[in-house]
């Protein structure tokens, strides 16, 4: 179902997903990354309601899909700060349902970095799933000028005076630091996912990214796989069945009622 998400004063274009048959009271929400390509930005999203359907329809999730600030149909600009506001206005309004008793946040890319750092310091947020999730942004911003001219070349940048001071802009992806996990990210389920030919992240970050998440995480590295899991239907198999092991855990540790 297509609607709108408000995130401050921005509405923000959002697809719900509900099954027919039944539902967990579990709530996901998917969270996108950069995206790939010349003007990527408008079109990129077009497969994920799809994902989110089929997560609804298989494991009986409510399941939410939008697009952050600058990208496809939702307005604004791009920022860490920006894309922050938006993912906690997506969890608010999923934890708002009464028929929501935890959340599972599902990232790809920088949407997985966004995922840890929204899940350290959130109690509704019940499990995160990491998919092609870089272990460090430092890569990606070496470079300032270039890094910036790519993000406006993707489409997630429109007012051409924006960002108005590009070091404040490029700090908040300083501050963002993936294997600096705390205790409530090392105690609730985790799935990092990749593939080992991907070549936008190493998979290298898959392999650091478990170590600091520790026992609690499963990996999955998804053999001769790149960047774009969702359109692997390993990788959608992998998640809808990681799904149905953490509806049992959370229903075993009373977070569900069974």
Known sequence: MESLLESDSVSLAAHWSE?????????????????????GGP???SSYPELSDRLARENGVISLFFLMRGTG??????SIANWKRDIRS????????????????????????????????????GGVVL???????????????????????VGLLHDPDYPSDSSVWIQEFRVLKPLEVNSKLKSIPTLVMHGDDDDVVEVESAHALKEVLG??????????????????????ATLLGWLDRFITYAEEQDILDS
């Open 19 to 39: 099954s027919n048959k039944y539902v967990r009271k579990v709530g996901v929400i998917i969270v996108h990354g950069i995206p790939v390509g010349s003007n």
């Open 43 to 45: 079109t990129f999203a």
């Open 73 to 78: 149909d939702s307005p604004g600009e791009f």
């Open 90 to 125: 997506a969890v608010d309004a999923m934890s708002a349902r009464d028929d929501i008793e935890t959340i599972v946040l599902i990232g790809t890319s920088l949407g997985g970095v966004l995922c840890l750092d929204q899940a350290a310091s959130d109690d509704r947020v």
């Open 131 to 153: 998919i092609s999730t870089p272990s460090s942004l430092e890569p990606w911003i070496q470079n300032e000028k270039q890094f910036i001219n790519h993000v406006r070349d």
């Open 215 to 236: 026992e609690k995480c499963e990996k999955r590295i998804i053999e001769s796989a790149g960047h774009r899991l969702r359109y692997d239907p390993r990788a959608v």
